[in-house]
């Protein structure tokens, strides 16, 4: 699930829908537990930074590794929303998302896994595509009260 909070508009807002939907489509493959899916979203030498800070290059490597996370793991269901859009040009957006997991099996998120996700994305020839995403923990050190105000966000996606 995705929602909007605050968005920096283009001056396209078809840009700002196809950027919108480029992250609702990661989400939508992690979720369905789409390697290929969640991959082909990423230029060709696209970068992934993972929740635990492993680095994939390249939309082939990206592909290898979900596949494997996905076939050795139970992973949980993203929900997430988008905070706000930047563009450095019209073909160059900024993107940042707080993001949580359900685990699997369960109905409710763990803020454990709450992320602070950003992801810069280009577009070349009319087609928007990942260059960089990153999933970073949200972890607050000694601001619990951010913790779970973020929580409680998510939350409101379920």
């Known amino acids: 699930m995705t929602s909007h909070q605050s968005i920096g508009a283009s001056e396209h ?3 700002d829908d196809a950027v919108s939907a480029l992250y609702r489509g990661l989400l ?3 979720n369905r537990r789409d390697a290929g899916g969640f991959a082909a979203l990423f230029g060709e030498d696209g970068e992934a930074i993972g929740f635990d800070g492993s680095l994939m290059r390249g939309r082939a490597a990206i592909d290898a590794a979900l596949a494997g996370i996905f076939a050795e ?3 949980g269901a993203y929900v ?3 905070q706000a859009l930047r563009f450095l040009s019209p073909e160059v957006v900024v993107v940042r998302m707080p993001a949580g997991i359900v685990p699997a ?3 409710d998120l763990n803020p454990a896994l709450n992320a602070l996700q950003s992801l810069v994305a280009v ?3 009319g087609v928007w595509r990942i260059a960089l995403y990153q999933n970073t923990p949200a972890q607050f050190h000694g601001r619990p009260e951010m913790a ?3 929580t409680e966000e998510l939350r ?3």
């Open 73 to 75: 793991h139970q992973t």
């Open 80 to 82: 997430g929303m988008i």
């Open 148 to 150: 779970a105000q973020l």
């Open 156 to 158: 409101r996606l379920l």
């Open 123 to 125: 577009k070349h020839d």
């Open 105 to 107: 099996g369960e109905v």
């Open 28 to 30: 939508e493959n992690w």
């Open 13 to 15: 807002p078809a840009d």
